[in-house]
């Protein structure tokens, strides 16, 4: 079973930057499509991007696009989104996910697998 485990979340000022990692075991990269995905307190979960294994393209949503970056590392297994000018509204818990294919799209939230999730806190 594919497992992830996020890392690097937690508090930081509007304006600051952070960088997710996720740590994928039992899990062939160029079969999956892998993404990040997001839910605030009391709202809906919302797909920011996504990166395809076979391939490397990427996707964005409108809401983080010119601000975060996704990138993969496929012979550690892993990947990152890098998350700059950062602003209250990011405010959220952040899932690592993984369907198998590429993806189609940035805001896709339809995943098959999930890791645990990690906190992020944007300060005002």
């Known amino acids: 079973e594919v497992q992830f485990v996020e890392s690097g979340g937690g508090l930081v000022q509007a304006g600051g930057s952070l960088r997710l990692s996720c740590a994928a075991s039992?899990?062939?990269?160029?079969?999956?499509?892998i993404g990040w995905v997001r839910q605030a307190p009391g709202k809906g979960r919302e797909g920011m991007s996504c990166?395809?294994?076979?391939?490397?393209?990427?996707y964005y949503s409108d809401s983080v696009k010119g601000r975060f970056t996704i990138s993969r590392d496929s012979a550690k297994n892993m990947v990152y989104l890098q998350m700059d000018r950062l602003n209250p509204e990011d405010t959220a818990v952040y899932y690592c996910?993984?369907?198998?294919?590429?993806?189609?799209?940035?805001?896709?939230?339809?995943?098959?697998?999930w890791g645990q999730g990690t906190q992020v806190t944007v300060s005002s």
């Open positions: 996910v993984a369907d198998i294919g590429v993806c189609t799209s940035g805001s896709y939230t339809f995943y098959e697998y």
């Open positions: 039992r899990f062939r990269f160029d079969r999956y499509a």
């Open positions: 990166i395809s294994g076979s391939n490397g393209d990427t």
